[in-house]
């Protein structure tokens, strides 16, 4: 009975935070479309970032008032509000946006997602995150792009028109390079023979270094382990139950392994499918050894 209090009242809170901030978000956008200058525009863009800080903010106190966290955090080297960072992790829970914008808030600049079509149309946030220039990516079947040859590619164009807004305002573009939530099931059906991972998708971070890798200080690799709360990490932090959350956090440089032609260049298409595959195979490892010694 407990629990579902606390799950009613974290949840009541959580939207009534997410849909004020959204609805002021929206009025900043607003307001930015008839701004006749872009240093104007790049001002209200700094705005709305900073009402996204609000709203991490605000969830990192509810949860910690009706949670009793353990956070194990490691943040290797120096990162800075003012960069441009490329931040790729792995993916278990909606929990994980939650934390990487209440770990990440006050040390890089807010977090920009790479979101499914479909959340366009969640009341506020669908809205909110569009006007925070976030990208949405339409994903087509292989079946269907058989069929519809002239589709491939759009989301390499969509991926570069959102990047181009990002080019003037410091930004930190994220990518969860599984392209989908980790659950055992998928693991057992993976042949990628990781233990706590997927198989990493490397055509989503091509396209955003196609886009943007010159501007990007540094690749940001994150590692999120829930060790308590494998099962259900979202429904626990609502109810009250999360218990650890532990976050790894290392810089990797962007230097010439991650310079090339993804698209057209097969030896370097290799070459950086390799070195993905390495950094995954390091982070299973790191899981691994965190799930151990629990």
């Not at 995150?129 to 949405?136: K, N, Q, S």
């Not at 997927?198 to 943007?212: E, R």
């Not at 060790?227 to 962007?254: A, E, H, W, Y």
């Not at 290799?270 to 691994?288: I, N, S």
Request: overall charge positive; hydrophobic content about 40%.
């Amino acid at each position: 009975m407990f629990a579902y209090l606390v799950l009613v009242l974290n949840t009541t809170l959580v939207i009534l935070n997410s849909a004020l901030c959204s609805v002021l978000i929206c009025l900043i956008a607003m307001i930015k479309m008839a701004l006749p200058t872009s240093q104007l525009k790049a001002k209200s863009t700094a705005m709305a970032n900073r009402v996204m800080w609000l709203w991490a903010t605000i969830n990192s106190g509810i949860i910690s008032v009706t949670n009793s966290i353990e956070w194990d955090i490691e943040i290797d080297g120096n990162l800075r509000k003012d960069g441009w960072y490329l931040l790729i992790s792995n993916h278990l829970s909606w929990t994980d946006i939650v934390v990487l914008c209440c770990v990440f808030k006050d040390r890089i600049p807010m977090p920009k997602f790479f979101l499914k079509q479909q959340l366009l149309y969640v009341p506020f946030i669908g809205m909110a995150c569009w006007a925070l220039d976030m990208p949405f990516m339409r994903r087509y079947s292989r079946e269907y792009l058989l069929r519809h040859p002239e589709k491939r590619g759009q989301d390499l164009a969509t991926t570069r028109r959102s990047c181009t807004k990002f080019k003037h305002t410091p930004t930190t573009v994220v990518n969860y390079v599984e392209g989908t939530r980790f659950t055992t099931q998928k693991q057992r059906k993976s042949s990628a023979g990781y233990q706590y991972l997927l198989q990493p998708k490397s055509g989503g971070i091509a396209y955003t270094l196609a886009a943007m890798g010159e501007q990007f200080d540094n690749v940001i690799d994150v590692t999120l382990a829930y060790p308590s709360n494998n099962q259900s990490p979202f429904r626990d932090l609502l109810t009250g139950r999360m218990k650890k959350i532990v976050v790894r956090s290392q810089i990797l440089p962007v230097d010439e392994t991650l310079k090339g032609d993804y698209f057209n260049d097969k030896p370097y298409k290799r070459q950086f499918q390799q070195w993905l595959g390495d950094v995954w195979q390091e982070k299973d490892q790191r899981l691994k050894d965190i799930h151990q010694s629990e």
